[in-house]
C-alpha cells in the first residue's frame, strides 16, 4: 500500500484541501439542482387533452424512478478478481449467486455463453478461472 | 431439525401452537385459519432493495431489476402495480422518461410511417382488456435438474386490466404494404454494449392484427409503473410476457421473418407437446414460445398452513390459460386419488385469473396434501408429472400445497 499524496502532506493543508473539496462538490450539485429545476418549469406545456375520456387518468410528464443501489458482496475464493473484473460489467454479479448450485459443466457453459452470445471478454485462461471460482464458491461437486 | 432430546422444548411449542391456534380460530368465522401460518414469502419492509412504487419482493436481480410478486398478492383477482413482478433482461433500462419528448414510432414495410405523442395515443377510443401477464420461465426455479436463468418461483405473473389503444387501429392507419410478414417491437431499455443484442421481439403479421392485441398505457387504472414499462407495453393476451415490450418505442413492419436474437436463438420451445424434452436427448426442432398453457394455484393457502379439524374450510385460488378460458377446476385432499370439482367465480374475461372455491371439511388430523387442476375450454388439462425443457419454460405440473389439520 502507498500512501496517496494527500496522506502524505501535513494534516492541516489536507484538511483544508478537503473542505475545499466537499464545498465545491457541495456547489456543483446546488448548481445542478438549480438548473435541472428552472429546465422542468420552463419546459414547453403539455398539448391539449380534452379528448381524454373520464376514465383516463393523467400521467405525469416526467416520470423518473431512483433504482436502489446495493454492493452486492462478491463471495471470496480463489480468482474472485477475475469474476469482479468480468462479471460485473453487464448485470449485478447478484445474477450468478441467485443461481442454482450448478456443476463445473453447466458454469462453463454459462461463462461460454457470456463470451460467444454477450460479448464477455475474459481470455481463454481467466475464462476457466472464473468457471473454477464459481464451481467452488457457488457449485456441485460432481456425484 | 428435530431434536429427540428435546422433548420439553417441543412440548412447550406444541402448547404455544395450540394456543395461537385456539387465538385464531376464536378470532375467524369458521375452523379454516389460513392465517395461522406466516406468510412465508412477505419480506419485511425495511429490507434493503426495495424498489421504488413497489411493495418488497424478492430480488432475482437488482441491475437490471428482476422481482417476483410476493405470493399474498394473488388473493387478489387484479394483481396489485405495487406488487407486480418486475423482469427487465439488458441494464440500461428507461429510468426517466418524459412524455413530452417520448414517441411511438411505426415504420418499415407500411405506406405511412407514424410518429406519435402519448396524448394523441390517449385522444383514441380506450380499450380494455383483464390479462394474465406470465413470464416464459415462471417457476424456473422448481425444476429437476435445474436450469440457469432466473430462478422464479411462481411469482412471475400477474394478472391486471390493461388499457390502451389496439395494435391493429395504427397498423392500419399506417397501411401494411403488400407482403407483410412480422411486426417488430423495439423498447426503450439496451444492453449498453454493441456485442449485446438489443431487446427486441416479433408477432407474426396475423398475431399483431388479433383485436385484443393493445398498445397499453394503463394498468389497473394507473399509468404503467415505469418498471412496469411506462410510458406505453405491448399486450398479447394469452402469450408469454416475452412479447409484451415494455417501454415500447418502436413497431417495426417487416416484408421478412424476423430474425433478432432473442426471436432466433433465445425464447425457443420444442416443438413437443407441453414443450417436454429430456435432459439426455434434445429436441433438435424449436419455435419461438406463443401461447400459454392451462395453470391453477391454491391461494388461499401456503404451504404449512394450519386448519382445523372437523370444521369447515373455504380453500381458493385462480386458474387460466391461453385465452380459451377456464372450463373446470377440480380439487383434490386425497394425493390425487379422488378430485371434486370447484365452483367458480365470476368470468372476468378468458385471458384472466379465474378464481375458483372449494368448501372443505377436513375429516382428520395430520399432514394433508392439496392439489388443484385446471381444464381449459380447448380441453387442455394439467400434467400431474411435471415436464421439463433445458430452458425452464411453460411449467405447468399440478402443483402441491401440504397443509396441517389439527
Known amino acids: ?143 | 431439525m428435530t431434536q429427540p432430546n428435546d422433548s420439553m422444548e417441543i412440548d412447550r411449542r406444541e402448547w404455544l401452537r395450540r394456543l395461537a391456534l385456539a387465538g385464531a380460530s376464536a378470532a375467524l368465522p369458521a375452523g379454516c385459519s389460513r392465517r395461522a401460518a406466516p406468510v412465508a414469502e412477505v419480506l419485511p419492509a425495511d429490507a434493503p432493495l426495495r424498489f421504488p412504487g413497489k411493495v418488497p419482493m424478492r430480488v432475482i436481480n437488482d441491475r437490471p431489476p428482476c422481482l417476483e410478486t410476493p405470493w399474498s398478492a394473488y388473493r387478489h383477482d387484479l394483481t396489485p402495480n405495487d406488487a407486480f413482478y418486475v423482469r427487465w433482461h439488458l441494464q440500461i433500462i428507461p429510468t426517466a422518461v418524459d412524455t413530452r419528448t417520448w414517441r411511438l414510432r411505426v415504420r418499415g414495410h407500411v405506406a405511412h410511417p407514424l410518429e406519435l405523442s402519448l396524448d394523441e395515443l390517449r385522444r383514441m377510443e380506450p380499450v380494455s382488456v383483464v390479462a394474465v401477464n406470465q413470464c416464459s420461465g415462471n417457476s424456473r426455479g422448481l425444476f429437476t435438474p435445474q436450469m440457469p436463468g432466473a430462478q422464479w418461483r411462481n411469482g412471475a405473473m400477474g394478472n391486471a386490466r390493461w388499457t390502451g389503444v389496439r395494435l391493429r387501429d395504427l397498423l392500419q392507419r399506417a397501411g401494411l404494404k403488400a407482403g407483410a410478414v412480422d411486426v417488430s417491437f423495439d423498447g426503450l431499455d439496451n444492453g449498453g454494449l454493441p456485442s449485446i443484442p438489443d431487446f427486441i421481439k416479433s408477432l407474426p403479421v396475423d398475431e399483431a392484427r388479433r383485436e385484443d392485441v393493445l398498445l397499453a398505457y394503463e394498468m389497473n387504472g394507473e399509468p404503467l409503473p415505469l418498471l412496469n414499462g411506462f410510458p406505453l407495453r405491448l399486450v398479447v393476451p394469452g402469450w408469454y410476457a416475452t412479447y409484451w415490450v415494455k417501454a415500447l418505442s418502436e413497431i417495426t413492419v417487416l416484408p421478412h421473418p424476423f430474425d433478432g436474437f432473442w426471436m432466433a436463438k433465445a425464447y425457443r420451445i420444442p416443438t413437443t407437446a407441453n414443450a417436454v424434452e429430456k435432459p439426455s436427448e434434445l429436441a433438435q426442432v424449436t419455435v419461438p414460445i406463443n401461447k400459454m398453457n392451462v395453470r391453477s394455484f391454491l391461494t388461499s393457502h401456503q404451504d404449512g398452513a394450519q386448519v382445523a379439524v372437523a370444521q369447515p374450510c373455504e380453500l381458493s385460488g385462480i386458474a387460466f390459460d391461453g385465452g380459451s378460458g377456464i372450463k373446470q377446476v377440480e380439487v383434490s385432499t386425497d394425493g390425487g386419488q379422488t378430485w371434486q370439482i370447484a365452483s367458480l367465480d365470476a368470468d372476468l374475461g378468458r385471458y384472466s385469473f379465474r378464481r375458483w372455491r372449494f368448501s372443505w371439511q377436513p375429516v382428520a388430523r395430520g399432514r394433508v396434501p392439496i392439489h388443484v387442476r385446471a381444464t381449459s375450454n380447448a380441453g387442455e388439462t394439467q400434467p400431474l408429472v411435471a415436464g421439463w425443457n433445458r430452458a425452464g419454460y411453460m411449467r405447468n405440473v399440478v402443483e402441491q400445497v401440504v397443509v396441517e389439520v389439527m
Open chain 1, 1 to 143: 500500500m502507498t500512501p496517496t499524496t494527500q496522506q502524505a502532506l501535513p494534516p492541516t493543508t489536507a484538511r483544508q484541501r478537503r473542505r475545499t473539496m466537499v464545498a465545491l462538490l457541495v456547489a456543483l450539485f446546488l448548481a445542478g439542482a438549480a438548473i435541472s429545476y428552472v429546465g422542468i418549469q420552463y419546459l414547453p406545456p403539455a398539448t391539449d387533452t380534452s379528448g381524454l375520456s373520464q376514465a383516463v387518468t393523467r400521467p405525469e410528464l416526467l416520470v423518473q424512478v431512483d433504482l436502489p443501489h446495493e454492493e452486492f458482496a462478491i463471495p471470496p475464493g480463489p480468482y474472485r478478481e477475475q469474476f469482479q473484473v468480468h462479471c460485473t460489467i453487464c448485470h449485478s454479479p447478484r445474477l450468478a449467486f441467485t443461481q442454482p448450485l450448478l456443476p463445473e459443466k453447466k458454469w462453463q457453459e454459462v461463462v461460454q455463453k457470456m463470451v460467444t452470445v454477450y460479448g464477455a471478454l475474459p481470455t481463454p485462461e481467466e475464462a476457466r478461472e472464473i468457471v473454477h471460482y464459481l464451481t467452488v464458491v457457488h457449485g456441485q461437486t460432481p456425484p
